[in-house]
């Protein structure tokens, strides 16, 4: 295969459930131009670098950086020296390199969460490396994702009388940023034309063992959950209760939140 300015080359991934849909949101927020450099953070295994790098062409510049050195291998192995204007670093989006140029986007699927604890300042440190009259577009689930399901859970903690669990779950539940939170932050950060996106999407699974280990729920959202336990054979109690009754929580509902805000010049 060679490198080609094809905008169907490098297409979102059908049969990813996860990644797929929240770039999809962050996309429809953001104005690529051929001939732009853009910085996508977080970037894992290349969604959407690639799709972004495809959008900009050889006269841009796409640069993805990602905490964890596998994920920049992955990328690296799937792109095999083609469209070599897009490149991947090694690098933590809470310190990036100060010695990296300003770029026209700066964009980030499913990245927004790790700009925790101090988010705000965090985004304000990112922005630094955004041009005047620039673009940043990220995005991350929101507050109200699977609130159902932790009402559930927290309904079967109150049935075995647990106080700190509660409160444990309720944090983690609250620690989730809101449309609201992210609005007002970029207005103090004085950014222009904020538009914030948030749709719903559906994760299916049937109850039992396979809601409790599935790929996209057991790995953050259900650990989670977990971690609010002391007693792990506790936890495994209340997660089987609650597991089984995926009537009450059902449809399981993400909020994919995708914003765009412009650097004013
Ligand atoms: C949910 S994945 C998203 C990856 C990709 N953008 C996608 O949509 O498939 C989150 C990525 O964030 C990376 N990550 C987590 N914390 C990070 C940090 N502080 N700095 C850079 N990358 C981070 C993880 O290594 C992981 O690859």
Known sequence: MSSTTNNDYWPLPKNDPWSTPFAETLLSVVDLFSGASVLDLAAGGGIPSFHIAEEVGPTGKVLGIDLHPGQI???????????????????????IPQDLPQFDRITGNLSFMFFRPDRFSALNE????????????????????????????????????????????EEYRLERPSSDHVQGWLKE??????????????????????????????????????????DQKLAETVMNS???????FTPLLA?????????KN
């Open 189 to 230: 950060l004085d950014m222009d034309q904020i538009k914030i996106k948030e749709e719903p999407l559906e994760i299916k699974s049937n109850p039992g063992q396979e809601f409790l280990y599935h790929p996209l729920l057991r790995n953050g959202f259900l650990e989670d959950a977990y971690e609010c336990f002391e």
């Open 126 to 169: 990112v922005l630094k490396f955004l041009k005047p009259g620039g673009q940043i577009a990220l995005s991350f689930p929101s507050l109200g994702t699977f609130d159902p399901l932790w009402a559930r859970i927290d309904k079967e903690m109150k049935k075995h009388k647990l106080v700190k669990e509660r409160e444990a779950l």
């Open 242 to 248: 609650v597991s089984n009754d995926m009537e009450s």
């Open 73 to 95: 291998q992955r990328a690296k192995t799937v792109q095999a020296h083609r469209v070599p204007w897009l490149q991947f670093i090694h690098g933590d989006i809470k310190k």
């Open 255 to 263: 909020i994919r939140c995708a914003f765009s805000a412009w650097k």
